[in-house]
Structure formats: C-alpha cells, structure tokens
C-alpha cells in the first residue's frame, strides 16, 4: 500500500470543502478496538496471527474494509461499578492520557465489543482466572442482547460472577480520523491475545466473513488488492510484523509511547492523497520489501 494514499475522486470535493474553510469538522466519538492475536505456525517475523473481520459494504463507516473487534464508546461503558481486575481507572487515564471516567469506558468498550463481534471474553471468575468457553446458547443470548443494547455490561457481568480482567489488554496506539470524514472517531487500539481455551465466532451482524490471518498474510492481501485496510489498521499490521509472539507483542506495547496520529489530505493536480507519519512511510517501505511474493 502507497502510504501517502491517493484518495477516491468522490472525496476530492470534501477535502477541497474542508481546506477553504467551507465546511468544519464532525466532532469525533470516542472509539475502542482490540487487535486479538495468537501465535503464528512459526516464529518468524509475520507469522504471528490476528484476527479480521470484514465489514458490509453497506455500512456507513469503513465500508468493506478489513477491520479488528471494536466500535464505538456507549453510555454503558461509564458504569463505575463494573467488576474491575488489573490497573487501575486513574493508572489506565494516565496511559491513555484522559481522565477516569473515559479511561473506564474506553477498556470496558474494548472488552465488550470484542466480546460482541468475535465471542471472545476477558473476564474471570477471580482475580488470576478466565472463562475458557463462551460457546453455548446461554452466552449467545447475552451476547445478542449486549449487540441489541438489551443488557448492559456490567449487569452481564454481575449475573455471571465474573470480573473484567482488564491486566490482559495493553494500550497500542490511538488514531483520529481525518477532518474530511462526515464519521470521525478517536479510535484507541489495544492488544491482548487469544485466551486460552477461547475460541472465535463469526457472530458480528457488521461483517461479512471473519478469519485468522498471518501478519505477513494481510499485509500481502492489502498490497496485492485482495483485501481492503484503511491506514490504521494497516500500519498497526506494520508495526507488529517483526514481534514473532503475543508474549513479545504485549512486553513491546507496555514500554510504547503512546501518539495520536490524525492522517491529513493534500490537494495536487491529480486529486487528492492521504499522508501519515514519515516513521510509518518508512516502516511501509522496508517491511514491503520483506513479503512473500
């Protein structure tokens, strides 16, 4: 993928919009997603594994594109009497770098999106234990009124003796949608690896298909037009291609520091293209040179 990326003709007019002022910003919503991962068939760089799905294309952001488990903040995330395990909200704040209350929701979002499109749960009956299947028709049916906004988190937990085990996630990143967008989000990313015993569901009424897929594998995908990745996601897939475990992966992101990056648009005589970070263009070029052709 051309990291300064050459945007669709139907977006020149809305970037042109934005650049003289004539119209302003959407105010973002605050957004959370899990990059669930798993150990790959060998320990090379891109083998390990992370989970995909990919979204309608009839669905008003992100359409078709190639996304991880998450979605937007709900009111219900701000619960402060969730069951809580692990760093604290004010410790969790300090590293997202906003105050408690949103801190509380945007794990609590994370977890439970994650949960909704994938099956996957991080929670336990103790502090030091997790469910190890979520597979049975009493764990649809809650999941399905969580999805419907029938049930609320905390609630969910509370009726099965479970609490949020939240010292199994660890903050990667943050992005924030360009100004163009009519839909913005302030998206922070996180990781956490496949529970054991756990497995995944296609259970998401947003996409079309789900899969496991090496990191090498989607990038090669997304570079040879197989499959569809806003920038966020793929340059997440960039940075993680040289972590060869989820144990390395999670050791990496504690001792990341952690920046908001908000893609611009720039006008040429051709249109219009996205641009991103010059770590991340660089980062594009050497891994691009080390995938399978």
Known sequence: MDPTRRLPAHMVDQ??????????????????????????????????ELYLLRRHVDMAFAAGMAVFPGGGVDPRDFDHEVAWVGPSPAEWAELLGTDESMARALVCAAVRETFEESGVLFAGATDDSIIDDTTGDDWEEDRRALEARELSFTEFLQRRGLRLRTDLLRVWGSWLTPVFEPRRYRTTFFVAELPAGQVTRDVSTESEEVVWLSVGEALSAVEEKQMLMLPPQYCTCLELFDLTSPGEVLAVAGSREIETVEPTAALDDEGAFLTIPDRLVALGAAVKQRLPR
Do not use: C, K, N, W
């Not at 605050?30 to 090379?44: C, E, H, K, S």
């Open 15 to 48: 970037v042109r919009a934005f650049a003289d002022g004539s119209q302003t910003p959407a105010e973002p919503r605050d957004a959370a997603t899990v990059v669930l991962i798993r150990a790959g068939a060998t320990p090379d760089p891109g083998a390990l």
